[in-house]
């Protein structure tokens, strides 16, 4: 498993029955990636995943609620000091 994933993803999504542990384990076992965090309500919740397919991920969470806010950096040039 790899350690060190490029993008660092960012999103809200809103729905009227999200749920932060159903949505923790769909994401991690639908797409390998690293430090998730999800939180919020069943109405808001904003996702943080660090993966190297940030799109299908994105891709993912429009099925289940309307997404807005997303950020997705690229954390290798973040390292070498560059703009994510």
Known sequence: MNDEYI??????IE???L???????QIET???GNSLIVGG?????KVHYH?????RVIDYLITIGTVF????????R???GLKG
């Open 69 to 76: 806010d997303v950020v997705i950096e690229n954390m290798e």
């Open 78 to 80: 973040q390292a070498k």
């Open 41 to 45: 309500d069943d109405e808001l919740m």
């Open 15 to 17: 729905g009227s029955t």
């Open 30 to 32: 639908k797409f390998p």
């Open 51 to 55: 993966t190297d397919n940030p799109g």
């Open 7 to 12: 993008f660092d993803t960012q999103a809200l």
């Open 19 to 25: 749920n932060e542990d159903d949505l923790t384990e």
